[in-house]
């Protein structure tokens, strides 16, 4: 399945790059459907809720580098907080999704980034998912609500419908280009220091934890209101 803004299904060949993902917030908030939309292109309406952890994959290609997303889908009830705190371990990238038809599933948000903040790396790049925007005349988060919080708190935001579609590409693509663009900068850093070695592909195929130098933190809003 092509990707959308220029990311396309990856060709046979080695893997250069494995980026961990992690989906967390409450459940019910649509976290499953989002991942069958983007790994498979599927939607299923009697979804039933996750039990423990489970992981799906998906390759891209970006900027001619072979991407393979492993993303874990963390089930958000309160039982399993305990058993899924270990999965955040060695995630690059999270995706932290509410239902924007339910007030409660937003209003939990600070919580699991908070949780976030605490088991994962320091420089994990974070998305905030307002989820079933196909709701729209049911919507109990005002926009502005998000996007104030994804500003103070630094991530990038969108609104998205895993039934319709709707920026689900985008949301996954900002959020593993950001990862690649990061790791990017750390290996040119790295190989600025050690001079032009045979070292520049020394991360290919890896997984990639990104510890090192803080990220630049870019204009994050600028993704927010997309359709």
Not at 197 to 215: D, E, L, T
């Amino acid at each position: 399945m092509a990707g959308g803004g220029g990311f396309n299904a990856a060709s046979s060949g080695k893997v250069d790059y494995v980026f961990k993902v992690v989906l967390i917030g409450d459940s019910a908030v649509g976290k499953s459907q989002l991942l069958a939309r983007f790994t498979r292109d599927e939607f299923s309406l009697d979804s039933k809720a996750t039990i423990g952890v489970e992981f799906q994959t998906r390759t891209l290609v970006i900027d001619d580098k072979n991407i393979k997303a492993q993303i874990w889908d963390t089930a958000g009830q309160e039982r399993y907080r305990a058993v899924t705190s270990a999965y955040y371990r060695g995630a690059v990238g999270a995706m932290l999704v509410y239902d924007m038809t339910k007030r409660e599933s937003f209003d939990h948000i600070p919580r699991w980034l908070e949780e976030l903040r605490t088991h994962a790396d320091k420089n994990i790049v974070i998305i905030l998912i307002g989820n079933k925007k196909d709701l729209e005349d049911q919507r109990s988060v005002p926009m502005e609500d998000a996007k104030e919080f994804a500003e103070k708190e630094e991530l990038f935001f969108l609104e998205t419908s895993a039934l319709k579609s709707t920026n689900v590409e985008n949301s996954f693509n900002t959020l593993l280009t950001e990862i690649f663009n990061t790791v990017n900068k750390k290996n040119l850093a790295s190989n600025g220091s050690q001079g032009d070695s045979n070292n520049s592909g020394s991360m290919a195929g890896k997984n990639i934890v990104i510890p090192g130098p803080a990220q630049v933190t870019p204009t994050k809003t600028t993704m927010c209101c997309s359709s």
